[in-house]
């Protein structure tokens, strides 16, 4: 879903974006969607090492895979919280719905 979110930025973080736009070669607001993207990356990682999110629950929040996902999370240093008896539950369930 594609929106219009009008922000106000105070001119500290109105200078950083235009540095960041300008580093990057790109326009603001493409600069803004990277560092909100980039933000949100770390904002779901935190939830997620600090156990306030489910790993599916990451997943969808950052429009990816449940293993794409794990990938992200590992790419930010976050080690997963899935243990190897949550491995073998899923194999088992997986097992008992057939080929």
């Known amino acids: 879903m594609k929106g219009v979110v009008p922000v106000r930025l105070p001119e500290d973080m109105a200078a950083a974006l235009a540095w960041v736009a300008e580093r990057e070669a790109v326009d603001r607001s493409t600069a803004l969607r990277k560092l909100l993207a980039k933000g949100l990356d770390r904002y779901v990682a935190e939830a997620y090492a ?32 899935v243990t190897a008896e949550d491995v073998v539950a899923a194999l088992d369930a997986a097992r008992r719905l057939g080929p």
């Open 50 to 81: 600090h156990g306030e999110i489910s790993l599916r629950e990451a997943a969808t929040c950052l429009g990816l895979s449940v293993r794409q996902a794990m990938d992200r999370l590992a790419d930010l240093g976050v080690v997963s919280n």
